[in-house]
């Protein structure tokens, strides 16, 4: 079974661009959930989506938005980027039950400049 | 929203020695407690996790222990290896059914 998928690896855009990051989850799994990882620091949670539905949203500004699709693939949109949104995006999937373990995806570099 | 806590920031260890990363927690209602590690330029990849309802559990090398009452679990690594270095991250249930994270341990091996 192939494991989380990202795309893509690497982004550069300028500030006031927008972004389209995608995911695919594990086969079998309907929950994806996105953090944003600065250097240096743990993982920080975005959105969760589960069965289509946003079942949870972290501190963050209403320049990023998410969705997930009938196949349980997602992506995050992020509008009128600025210098700090530059991070690795990660997406995680999950059974979606409470206690369900997390599996990363490898990632997206994204550099604002 | 649950705080996560994780000590030490860096720990060095010589090759073969035992490591012991600890986070503590602030939600008593938090039932599971995953630990993920990330080396360089990689995902986080889960190493091990507990659930609230046993208080150990070990994997081979690699052990996690809980302690509902004092709201603390930690991460055991015996016989350390070179290739165990890396940053260590400890997670517990945020609001609904996000993880918080700590903000890692750098783990040197030294051989």
């Known amino acids: 079974d192939a494991g989380v998928t990202q795309s893509p690896t690497h982004l550069i855009k300028t500030r006031g661009q927008q972004v389209t990051l995608r995911c695919s989850p594990i086969?079998?799994?309907?929950?994806v959930s996105w953090y944003q990882q600065v250097l240096g620091q743990g993982p920080q949670f975005i959105f969760q989506?589960?069965?289509?539905?946003?079942?949870g949203r972290g501190n963050f500004p209403d320049r990023f938005s998410a969705r997930q699709f009938p196949n349980y693939s997602s992506e995050l949109n992020v509008n009128a980027l600025l210098l700090g949104d530059s991070a690795l995006y990660l997406c995680a999937s999950s059974l979606g039950q409470l206690s369900s373990a997390e599996y990363f995806g490898p990632g997206t570099r994204l550099t604002v400049t | 929203g649950e705080n996560v806590e994780q000590h030490p920031s860096t720990l060095s260890v010589q090759e073969g020695d035992s490591a012991v990363i600890k986070c503590t927690y602030s939600?008593?209602?938090?039932?599971?407690f995953p630990w993920y590690k990330q080396e360089l330029g990689k995902r986080p990849q889960l190493i091990i996790d507990i659930r609230s309802n046993v208080g150990e559990k070990k994997d081979q090398r690699i052990a996690v222990t809980l302690n509902k009452t004092a709201k603390h679990f930690s991460l055991h690594i015996t016989e350390t290896q070179p290739e165990d270095s890396a940053v260590y991250f400890c997670?517990?249930?945020?609001?609904?059914?996000?993880?918080?994270f700590g903000k890692g341990t750098s783990l040197l091996v030294t051989p």
């Open positions: 997670a517990a249930p945020g609001s609904g059914y996000a993880l918080n």
């Open positions: 086969s079998g799994h309907k929950s």
């Open positions: 939600d008593s209602a938090s039932n599971y």
């Open positions: 989506y589960y069965e289509k539905e946003e079942r």
